[in-house]
């Protein structure tokens, strides 16, 4: 299944994307969020579409929101592939590095980026998510893809001197509004064929800047579900998304160039769709 959530900012309602058609499931579930997950909901929202109900379809032109409800958490995997690191200058990691990204940064997937209040360093990071589908703690790597509901393509946006020149941790350049657009849609894990080769891209303004490929990733997927439930509990309906290619603006030689107001940022992965989302600048 892909599963969509559409409407408008904060009453989203449930949906499947058949084809390129998208459907209202809200008769049949109240939303995709941790309940849901927990409930064994993909289950019995695949045994209700296969009973062949009259769905409402919903007009392309109608929003697309997060195709996951608010988190209890959002969780990151900084410095995951290799030619990130030397980009940026950096060590490859011995153990992954994790950051939170703020649940209020979640947004649809073509929603406006804002630029936030005196930022001049916002920058883009293309990068593979994916959704916890039931609690997991201390989770053995051999049985982790149980846990996983599905995959999503995310934007992790960084303002990068927030993140790095404020002194302490990166979250505080990480959790913006805005900065986590997910989506377009959920695809449960039978949609995608092989999670560890996806092609993957971004463009700024039409110019590709990151173009790679999940098979790059120096954690994969079931480590990552093992390693994390080791030092936290994961919630049905968290949201983990694994580290981003080369690329990103601050890498860029001979000078870093960041997103300004009107610019447009488009990217997608292999499967999972692609978005679009044109920068801001913040007003109250």
Known sequence: MKLIRFGEIGKEKPGVLIGEKRYDVSSIVTDFNESFFEENGLEKLQKALESNPTLPEVDASVRLGSPVARPSKIICIGLNYVDHCKETGAPIPTEPIIFFKSTTSLCGPNDNLIIPKNSEKTDWEVELAFVVGKKASYVEEAEALDYVAGYALLNDYSERAFQIERGGQWAKGKGSDTFAPLGPFLATKDEVKDVDNLSMWLTVNGKKYQNSNTLNL????????????????????????????????????????????????ELGIEGLGSSKQTAIAYTK
């Open 218 to 265: 120096v954690f994969k997927i079931p480590f990552l579900v093992h390693y994390l439930s080791q030092f936290m509990t994961l919630l049905p309906g968290d949201i983990i998304s694994t580290g981003t290619p080369p690329g990103v603006g601050l890498g860029i030689k001979p000078e870093p160039i960041y997103l300004k107001a009107g610019d447009v940022v």
